[in-house]
T-cell receptor, first 114, second 113 residues
Framework: QKEVEQDPGPLSVPEGAIVSLNCTYS??????FMWYRQYSRKGPELLMYTYSSGNKEDGRFTAQVDKSSKYISLFIRDSQPSDSATYLC??????????????FGKGTKLSVIP | DSGVTQTPKHLITATGQRVTLRCSPR?????VYWYQQSLDQGLQFLIQ???????AKGNILERFSAQQFPDLHSELNLSSLELGDSALYFC????????????FGPGTRLTVT
């Protein structure tokens, strides 16, 4: 079982729709939960991060973490064609000797159709 | 633009060769991270340097090595290249040890023929 599972999609929605992107994980020691957006041929861009369980909102984006279910979500309201990209979830875990590292999901490719 | 720069953008080389990828972190960031992204494996953490010292090691092959210089730029050296090393290589940086707030560069696309 992979540490982080993410449905690769592709996911296609009409403009204005609410998008739900999800990841599950197996390592209960993960503490920070991140969402990155990656446009084609570009580097990942940090959208937001959440510490432990709870919700966090930033404009049209809302991140949710449910540690009891080992499940995280990213919601995009009023989706726009410019939101078309691959969305990567990531989680930070202890890697020993006082250091931490990120483990990424494989990403979900989203297309928002005008 | 994240403020992280990487050179070169593209690199084409032959099996068995050695290449060096370069990264300059955002101004003020002390940590540099290297990642490999391939279609089948996704984004994999390779190694982290913090203020010149190796901080964390991930799935980095023995044929790969990295270092961070006093001016905080970093280089990733890949040797005895194999076809399977063809991938996108990203550098990221963060203030201090904030692994949860990393900013990625545009990447170097390596093709091994």
């Amino acid at each position: 079982q992979k540490e982080v599972e993410q449905d690769p999609g592709p996911l296609s929605v009409p403009e204005g729709a609410i998008v739900s992107l999800n990841c599950t994980y197996s390592n209960s020691a993960f503490q920070y939960f991140m969402w990155y957006r990656q446009y084609s041929r570009k580097g990942p861009e940090l959208l937001m991060y959440t510490y432990s369980s709870g919700n966090k909102e930033d404009g049209r984006f809302t991140a949710q973490v449910d540690k009891s279910s080992k499940y995280i979500s990213l919601f995009i309201r009023d989706s726009q064609p410019s939101d078309s990209a691959t969305y990567l979830c990531a989680m930070s875990g202890y890697s020993g000797a006082g250091s931490y590292q990120l483990t990424f999901g494989k990403g979900t490719k989203l297309s928002v159709i005008p | 633009d994240s403020g992280v720069t990487q050179t070169p953008k593209h690199l084409i080389t032959a099996t068995g060769q050695r290449v060096t990828l370069r990264c300059s972190p955002r101004s003020g960031d002390l940590s540099v991270y290297w990642y490999q992204q391939s279609l089948d494996q996704g984004l994999q953490f390779l190694i982290q340097y913090y203020n010149g010292e190796e901080r964390a090691k991930g799935n980095i092959l023995e044929r790969f090595s990295a270092q961070q210089f006093p001016d905080l730029h970093s280089e990733l050296n890949l040797s005895s290249l194999e076809l399977g090393d063809s991938a996108l290589y990203f550098c990221a940086s963060s203030v201090g040890d904030s692994v949860h707030e990393q900013y990625f560069g545009p990447g170097t696309r390596l093709t091994v023929t």
